[in-house]
């Protein structure tokens, strides 16, 4: 397993997102299947990753990391893990509930979750969350004390500058390089010495699979790469790159990545332009960046599956109105009410996704009643 020093340490450059385990059902509150979810944590273990992710609001993940995680030896990985301010004030009350969900009495890195405009910011500097977390950080309850964010430049200069951070974490892949400015993200956290941790470095699965076109161009390159594993090996080029998450949920994934970081393999400077190339073919025909993370779907009035709404205006933009037909979520019910669009990391502009939607599928034919013989 390919590894980075960090401050006298050797961690998994690959590190183990825990949002995205397999479920019993379907949904964002679906409970995880411990049995599925367990066994893809041992072949993480057994394969050599060495960090651990997860957060006070991903649905029963620290409940069941401090159920399996306790198996293992635990000097031989790292616990992260996240305060919400959105999901609870009481920073005190939710840290010492992480630590009992988790089963464990220090995290090695702890975060404050989803920095993503001023009045974020404030809920984070000007609460004493900060100063609290410092303090635990002085007792020794918290190893490592950094933050995430979705934030524009503004705002996380000024998260960067708040204090003397041992790492950050942002959502950080090729595609998001120019297209939401990661690539200045990035440069404000290198020129200020802080680590950077990646979320989403295949955009929710979104670079799993590009088009067709884009797709065959990378496989005549290299047939036995995956097409996931462009986007590890473009990110293995960044030097203050300290890990890489990545939500495993099935153990063909794991199997893939762990293949893919078994030794440093990044890019070729050719290779790194034929995926700009690809990039392009690629970025001309999606729609929406969403990456169903699903925080969208809590406050919806009328409780339609937004990101399934979403793949499907984006199968549209690719397949055509026909493709439509196809999709079980309602766009018609959407109200216009935006609730959703302020919970969007990607700033996505839902209701008029919607919007359109609806006008396409009102000018579609009815569906054909099949014959009788």
């Known amino acids: 397993m390919y590894t980075k020093d960090y401050h006298g340490e050797q961690i998994s450059v690959l590190g183990m997102g ?3 385990l397999p479920t019993i059902g379907e949904g964002r509150t679906a409970p995880i299947d411990y049995e599925k979810a367990a066994e893809i944590i041992d072949y993480a273990m057994k394969s050599g990753i060495t960090y651990y992710d997860t957060a006070y609001v991903y649905n029963g993940s620290e409940v069941f990391l401090g159920t399996v995680l306790p198996n293992y030896d635990r000097s031989s990985f790292k616990l992260a893990t996240k305060y919400n301010a959105m999901a609870s ?11 009992q969900r988790l089963n464990t009495d220090y995290i090695d890195f702890y975060l404050m ?5 001023e009045d974020s910011l404030k809920n984070y500097l000007d609460s004493g969350a900060l100063d609290y977390f410092v303090e635990q950080k002085r007792l020794g309850r918290i190893r490592k004390l950094g933050f995430s964010s979705h934030a524009p430049i503004d705002v996380l200069e000024k998260m960067a500058d708040a204090y003397s951070w041992d790492f950050a974490q942002i959502q950080l892949n090729y595609l998001d390089w120019t297209m939401r400015d990661a690539k200045g993200q990035y440069e404000v956290l290198t020129k200020r010495g802080i680590p950077v941790v990646v979320m989403e470095p295949v955009r929710g699965g979104r670079l799993a699979s590009l088009s067709p076109k884009a797709d065959a161009m990378l496989k005549e390159a290299h047939p036995d790469w995956s097409i996931a594993s462009w986007a590890f ?4 080029r960044l030097e203050n790159v300290q890990v890489i998450l990545s939500g495993m949920s099935t153990m063909e994934q794991i199997m893939d990545n762990v293949k893919t970081f078994d030794h440093m393999a990044p890019l070729s400077d050719e290779d790194t332009e034929l995926l700009e190339k690809a990039c392009d073919l690629f970025r ?3 729609s929406v960046p969403c990456t169903g993370c699903r925080y969208c779907t809590d406050e919806c009035p009328m409780e339609i599956d937004i990101p399934r709404v979403m793949e499907g205006y984006n199968k549209y933009k690719l397949d055509g109105p026909m493709s439509l037909g196809r999709m079980e979520a309602k766009p018609s019910d959407c109200i216009g009410c935006g609730a959703c669009q302020k919970h969007c990391p990607q700033n996505i502009a839902i209701p008029e996704v919607m919007a359109e939607l609806k006008e396409v599928i009102s000018k579609m034919p009815p569906p054909q009643e099949a014959k009788k013989p």
């Not at 004030?89 to 630590?99: G, I, T």
């Not at 979750?113 to 405009?117: G, I, K, L, Q, Y």
């Open 18 to 20: 825990n949002m995205r």
């Open 89 to 99: 004030s009481d920073y005190k009350a939710v840290f010492e509930e992480q630590l």
């Open 113 to 117: 979750h989803a920095v993503m405009n």
């Open 233 to 236: 090996r473009w990110l293995m």
């Open 284 to 286: 001309g025909e999606i």
